[in-house]
Structures are given as structure tokens and as C-alpha cells.
């Protein structure tokens, strides 16, 4: 089986990472793969914001963890010491499907170098909060213009890589 389909079927969502991080050039040659990601139009208009500080991690992790709605102390992240942060541009009514696909591809990249990933929802109602217009402003964003599409946790697995479910029946039809 050649690689790409090999990452396609065996790339797992992780959700147990140790603690241990990810060097700046691994996280480099992911978000390079996000970043040719297909996009509407050809327009890239998908954004990558790498948040490493573990302090920042942690208060987008509490921030994630109340708008889910678990209790205190819970980390909705896993553990993963590096969060992708995928933004969207507002207003161009693609910017969940580009910014899915960015996501997408930084999930394979990162099981391609050995790497844990896993999507983490809630990226959109934290841009709409104090914490993450602050995120967006240390970048050099607005709040007014980039919505969160989702984070992409990176990490090296704890464990072993979990085994794909069986595959539902009735999900393909073919029209010839």
C-alpha cells in the first residue's frame, strides 16, 4: 500500500499524548502540509495560528473546557502540548469547508511524521471571547474579520494507535 493511502486508512484521532514536545520543525513540516490544503477558488484564505506557551495552551484549554461544559479541571486538549489553531476569513461563506480542509491536511501530515493529532471543536465560540480576541491580536488579527474553524492538536501518542472501527454498510451508491 502506498504511503498516502496508508495515512488515509491508519490515521487515528488521539486523545492520550505524552508529555513531551513536539520540535519546531516537525510542527513546521505540518503546518506547511495545512497550508496546501485545496481552498475555494484558489484564494488560501485559511489561517494557522501555532500556539506552543504551554501557559496559553492551558487557558485555551480551561476556556474550551467551560464552553463544553465538563467540569473544572478536565483538558479537552489531552494533554497535546501544541495546538493549531485554524481560523477562517468571515464573510466568504467557505471558510469552514477551506478551513476543513487545512485541518484535514495537518491531521495526515502529522500522522505521516509519527505524530499524534486529534480536530477539537469549539474554536469558533473562543474567538468571540476576551481570550481569543487576544490570541487573534497577539497575531495581528481581527476578531471583526478571522473566526475559529477548529484547533488541530499535535503530540506524540501515548499508547498504542487505535485501530480503525469496521466501516458502516449503506454509505456508498453508485449511479453508471
Known amino acids: 500500500m502506498n504511503e498516502i493511502m496508508k495515512a488515509l ?12 514536545m513536539v520540535p519546531d520543525e516537525l510542527i513546521e513540516e505540518v503546518v506547511q502540509a495545512g497550508l496546501y490544503a485545496p481552498s475555494s477558488m484558489g484564494r488560501q484564505n485559511a489561517k ?41 476569513k468571515k464573510g466568504d461563506g467557505k471558510e ?5 480542509l487545512v485541518m ?11 505524530l499524534g493529532s486529534c480536530w477539537i471543536h469549539r474554536a469558533k465560540e473562543e474567538m468571540t471571547m476576551p481570550l481569543g480576541k487576544k490570541i487573534l491580536d497577539q497575531a495581528g488579527l481581527s476578531a471583526d ?4 474553524v477548529g484547533h488541530c492538536i499535535l503530540g506524540y501518542p501515548k499508547g498504542d494507535i487505535p485501530a480503525a472501527a469496521p466501516r458502516k454498510a449503506d454509505r456508498v451508491y453508485y449511479i453508471r
Open 145 to 148: 474579520e478571522w473566526e475559529g
Open 9 to 20: 486508512l491508519q490515521r487515528r484521532s488521539i486523545r492520550s499524548y505524552e508529555d513531551k
Open 96 to 100: 469552514k469547508y477551506d478551513g476543513s
Open 48 to 88: 494557522i495560528i501555532v500556539i506552543t506557551n504551554k501557559a496559553l495552551r492551558d487557558e485555551l484549554s480551561a476556556l474550551n473546557n467551560q464552553i463544553g461544559g465538563w467540569p473544572e479541571g478536565n483538558d479537552p486538549f489531552y494533554g497535546a502540548p501544541v495546538v493549531l489553531l485554524v481560523l477562517g
Open 104 to 114: 484535514g491536511n495537518l491531521m495526515l501530515a502529522a500522522y505521516a511524521l509519527g
